[in-house]
Every structure is written in structure tokens, then in C-alpha cells.
């Protein structure tokens, strides 16, 4: 029993189209997020709330890879995070007001202001990844499976 218990678990991490999310229910839109912060580490949704709700991700997810380090080598450059950078850099030049509160630009992945999340949605994003995390504001890309 616990081998296919494992050979789930891999299945579902090496396609990584499952995700976990900690909380009191599994309906969206009750926190003071405009998405959902979903993971795809079990333990780490666990933090959160007792109650861990299983999610598959769409497969045509559009979402923001990691931000690039605040201090980027020349040699580390590559195309992915030139273009994560003009995006953040044109967010922050923009004329929305959360952009002048941003001090560090991990915290636009951390604590999503709503004109971040209204200019990534222009863009044609449903969310960003940080590491393990998810922050998926188009929730039409999250079908629930059930609770653990």
C-alpha cells in the first residue's frame, strides 16, 4: 500500500499539475487576496489550515516564473528573466499606485497588490510561481479534487 502511495506522490510531483492548499474551506474569494495561494509541496499547505484541499492545475496555466534576484551577473542573464524583468520594470515605471509601494521585487510575488495582479492579467497571466508556491488569481485554472 505505501509503494502506490509513493508512486502516486511521484506521478503527481513530476507533473507538477497538482497542487495543495491549506484552509477553512475550499471555495475562493473569502481571503483579502484577488487569488489563491496554493503548493505544490503537501507539508507546506499544511502550515496553513487543518484542512488541505487537493487541486489539479489546467494544463494551459499561463503562470510568471520565479522573480529574478534583486543583483542578476551578466552571465546568469537568459531570456526568461530579461522578459520577467521588463514586466516588473514596466509595473513599477506605471502610473498604478501599489507600484510605489514595492521595496523589494519578491514582494510583488509575496504580497500581490491588486494593480500587479490587474497588469499580469493584462498580460495574459493566470498567476506566478515562487519556488513551491502558486499564487493563481485566474481560480477558473484550479479544478478541485478533493479534501486530504
Known amino acids: 500500500m505505501k509503494l502506490l502511495k509513493y508512486k502516486e506522490y511521484l506521478k503527481e510531483n513530476l507533473n507538477n499539475n497538482i497542487v495543495y ?5 475550499p471555495e475562493f474569494g473569502k481571503g483579502n487576496w484577488k487569488g489563491v495561494f496554493v503548493s505544490t509541496d503537501l507539508k507546506s499547505a499544511q502550515q496553513y489550515h487543518d484542512n488541505v484541499y487537493k487541486y489539479e492545475l489546467s494544463p494551459d496555466l499561463n503562470l510568471l516564473d520565479d ?8 552571465e546568469d542573464l537568459n531570456p526568461e528573466i530579461e522578459k520577467i524583468s521588463k514586466i516588473v520594470n514596466d509595473y513599477l515605471e ?5 507600484a510605489g509601494w514595492v521595496n ?10 491588486d494593480g500587479w495582479i490587474d497588469y499580469l492579467r493584462k498580460l495574459g497571466y493566470d498567476g506566478t ?3 513551491m508556491d502558486r499564487f493563481i488569481f485566474n481560480t477558473d485554472k484550479l479544478k478541485l479534487i478533493g479534501k486530504l
Open 21 to 25: 492548499r491549506g484552509s477553512p474551506s
Open 67 to 74: 522573480p529574478p534576484e534583486d543583483e542578476i551577473e551578466p
Open 104 to 113: 523589494e521585487i519578491y514582494e510583488l510575488w509575496m504580497f500581490p497588490p
Open 129 to 131: 510561481k515562487l519556488g
Open 94 to 98: 506605471s502610473d498604478d499606485p501599489d
